[in-house]
Nanobody, 123 residues
Framework: QVQLVESGGGLVQTGDSLRLSCVAS????????MGWFRQALGKEREFVAA????????SNPDSLMGRFTISRDNALNTVYLQMNSLEPEDTAVYYC????????????????WGQGTQVTVSS
């Protein structure tokens, strides 16, 4: 398994932007697909986006409407989630996750999880 540490969450206002970061402790970062999920209070964990070492990515279009962008820096073992035009409905704990090889939007496919970072958007 991979150790993952997220950062960058906080309290912002509607319309603001945030960039979340997740650093992975592994010597084989390129072997892993990195994903972001979020979980609002009382709701199920929701897929946000995932990215392979090559930059190939998938995202959740229904909930994000193109406002969020995932990226990664393989030299830094870091994956990012740029979040723009934040809305109160984006309030959640955001989790970074890792799995080998293939892109997936299913939380059950991911082997390693970070502790989560809270994002709160006030209206």
């Amino acid at each position: 398994q991979v150790q993952l540490v997220e950062s960058g969450g906080g309290l912002v206002q509607t319309g603001d932007s945030l960039r979340l970061s997740c650093v992975a402790s592994t010597r084989t970062f390129n072997n892993y697909v990195m994903g972001w999920f979020r979980q609002a209070l009382g709701k199920e964990r929701e897929f946000v986006a995932a990215i392979r070492w090559s930059g190939a990515k998938i995202s959740n279009p229904d909930s994000l409407m193109g406002r969020f962008t995932i990226s990664r820096d393989n030299a830094l073992n870091t994956v990012y989630l740029q979040m723009n035009s934040l809305e109160p409905e984006d309030t959640a704990v955001y989790y970074c996750a890792a799995r080998p090889a293939y892109l997936s939007s299913r939380a059950s496919d991911y082997e390693s999880w970070g502790q989560g970072t809270q994002v709160t958007v006030s209206s």
